[in-house]
């Protein structure tokens, strides 16, 4: 089995190894790369939406679906399996309409396609699950659009996938629709009732329609750590009931169905397995100081500047992130102002600590920060050790694209409930331009010519 990805190191990083399983890059804008990789196999999973590219994502996913679609044209592609969105008879999201338009074009191509349209999946990092469960843990009273009262039928992630991997041995000889849906049919109300319950949260609700669509998604921007775009995208949808006929799939694959209290229970209670992933380097500290009530998606700031410096330049210079020469390579003065507020949020006197030899490596520790994971010339973690509410990590990654190479610095928030929000948007200030000054200042300085006392201090550390 084969996973395709265009964020192919996340990906990697967050799955584990295993013998029948590779992973690749892919990104389905590249008409000619998906030619070539598709037609590759027998069955597909077509796992793919576009609502994290802003507004204009209908048009590109619609792309996206038309470059699959010139691909598995005339090959010897044998079924598709599509996971879709279940339309509402009334509505006008774009969202929806999107995912429509997509099964279409799908089938189109005249491969058996079986189209699964689900309605609001539940289990770690489905979008919908994760507006809903930010809200609980990050507002004293829950503050929704008027429309919370739409009722849904949502379905265990569990139960999902068993009918997705049941389609894997399937083998049609033409197109099938099916709505996919749990037991239990309930208003977004009721829903935010039972997750309120098992986060041991008190259910303080009020809907308003002053939250229009456009005020609505910018008030999730704030409020939950779910992208905009993608929280806006789905937001749209909700407005309607969302409740799927699933008998005739329920009847060919017979399953036991987890009831929605079921569900939530379970999905809150294996909260923060994903940090036991490669993401935080399997890392023990990440694992200790998880907490409940972190969120699943982070809040991130950042930059990246591309140059025609080679990995290795750039690297020299990375590596040296922390150092007393160096420090932070831009407003020193901000980083260190940062660790001595560490007093306020409990913790002790900054302790200044570098790595020991020139090379870094997993463990090192760099002042407060820790290296959590280490690519020599291609990538570099290292998790915040300082107090705060949320686990938080710095990245940089240097990305070759041949003729020129990408330098990013990007830092990563999760934050516990609402002073964890707080917390980001207080740093928010400096993060508009420090990783700016930050990218720049390691690309003037790699383009520097090396300094044979600049390495001897270096290796004299």
């Not at 990906?11 to 892919?26: D, G, I, Q, V, W």
């Not at 509402?88 to 189209?115: C, F, M, N, Y």
């Not at 905009?228 to 909700?238: E, F, P, Q, R, V």
Request: glycine fraction near 8%; aromatic fraction near 10%.
């Amino acid at each position: 089995m084969t996973a395709a990805a265009r964020h192919i190191d996340y990906l990697k990083a967050r799955t584990a190894p295993h013998e029948n399983l590779s992973t690749l890059y892919l990104d389905l804008a590249d008409a000619q790369a998906t030619q070539e990789l598709i037609p590759q196999f027998d069955v597909i999973f077509f796992l793919v939406h576009g609502m994290a590219q802003g507004h204009d994502f209908v048009d590109y996913e619609l792309s996206l679906a038309h470059n699959f679609t010139n691909a598995v044209k005339d090959s010897d592609v044998q079924h598709i399996i599509y996971l879709s969105a279940i339309q509402p008879q009334s509505g006008d999201s774009q969202h929806l309409k999107a995912r429509q338009a997509t099964g279409e074009i799908i089938r189109s191509s005249g491969i058996p396609t079986t189209e699964l349209r689900a309605g609001v999946i539940i289990g770690p990092g489905s979008a919908a699950f994760e507006i809903m469960r930010d809200f609980v843990y990050n507002l004293p009273v829950l503050i929704t659009p008027s429309y919370v009262t739409s009722k849904a039928n949502p379905i265990a992630l569990e139960n999902l996938n068993h009918y997705l991997f049941e389609l894997l041995k399937d083998e049609p000889e033409g197109h099938e629709i099916y709505e996919v849906g749990g037991p239990d049919t309930l208003t977004y109300k009721d829903q935010f009732e039972v997750i309120c319950k098992a986060a041991n949260k008190p259910f303080r609700l009020w809907s308003t329609s002053l939250l229009s669509p456009g005020l609505a998604s910018r008030w999730l921007g704030i409020v939950t750590s779910v992208p905009s775009s993608i929280g806006a995208a789905l937001l749209a949808g909700l407005k309607h009931d969302y409740v799927a006929n699933s008998k005739k799939i329920r009847e060919r694959f017979p399953q036991d169905l987890i009831g929605y209290t079921e569900m939530v229970n379970n999905t809150i209670n294996v909260e923060g397995e994903f940090v036991r992933s490669n993401v935080w380097g399997f890392d023990e500290a990440a694992l200790n100081r998880w907490q409940p009530g972190f969120g699943y998606y982070p809040k991130q700031a950042g930059a990246s500047i591309e140059t025609i410096l080679t990995s290795e330049q750039l690297w020299h210079i990375v590596k040296q992130l922390g150092s007393p020469k160096e420090g932070y390579f831009f407003a020193n003065i901000l980083w260190r102002t940062r660790e001595w507020l560490d007093l306020f949020f409990g913790g002790g006197r900054p302790v200044r600590r570098s790595p020991e030899g020139p090379e870094l490596k997993i463990g090192d520790l760099i002042d407060s920060w820790k290296v959590i994971r280490c690519e020599p010339n291609k990538f570099l973690s290292l998790l915040f050790g300082m107090k705060g509410p949320g686990l938080g990590r710095l990245e940089c990654a240097i990305i070759d694209h041949g003729d020129k190479r990408e330098l990013t610095i990007t830092a990563w928030w999760h934050p516990k409930g609402f002073l964890g929000l707080l917390y980001w948007f207080a740093m928010m200030p400096a993060h508009l331009f420090i990783f700016r000054g930050m990218v720049k200042a390691i690309v003037l300085k790699a383009a520097q010519p090396p300094s044979t006392d600049n390495d001897e201090s270096l290796d004299d550390k």
